[in-house]
């Protein structure tokens, strides 16, 4: 079993930033792709962002150029720089985790608002 720890959300004006961090804990598992996810009210959960073990990345277009995905594997760690916020980026924000054995592990959500 793994548990995700998600950190870092919170209020921000437009064009400020925030880094999320997500830490992976549990036995006996070994990392595939970790990634960020968003919800916003009323619309469905979206990527935001992903990285591989290979550190391969993949991010939504209406994020790229940012926002940067990074990971650290000695603290099975990955973190969401995100740069000029605007209120559309407002939504909760979800960890998931991947493993080698095709097992996907989200943790609880961060609230990521931008707002004047």
């Known amino acids: 079993q793994v548990q995700l720890k998600e950190s870092g959300g919170g209020l921000v004006q437009p064009g400020g930033s925030l880094r999320l961090s997500c830490a992976a804990s549990g036995s006996r598992f070994s990392i595939s792709v970790m990634g960020w996810y968003r919800q916003a009210p009323g619309k469905q959960r979206e990527l935001v962002a992903l990285i591989t073990r290979d550190g391969i990345t993949n991010y939504a277009d209406s994020v790229k150029g940012r926002f940067a995905i990074s990971r650290d594997d000695a603290k099975n760690t990955v973190n969401l720089q995100m740069n000029s916020l605007k209120p559309e980026d407002t939504a909760v924000y979800y960890c998931?985790?991947?493993?080698?054995?095709?097992?996907?592990?989200w943790g609880q959500g961060t609230q990521v608002t931008v707002s004047s």
């Open positions: 998931n985790l991947d493993t080698t054995t095709l097992h996907s592990y």
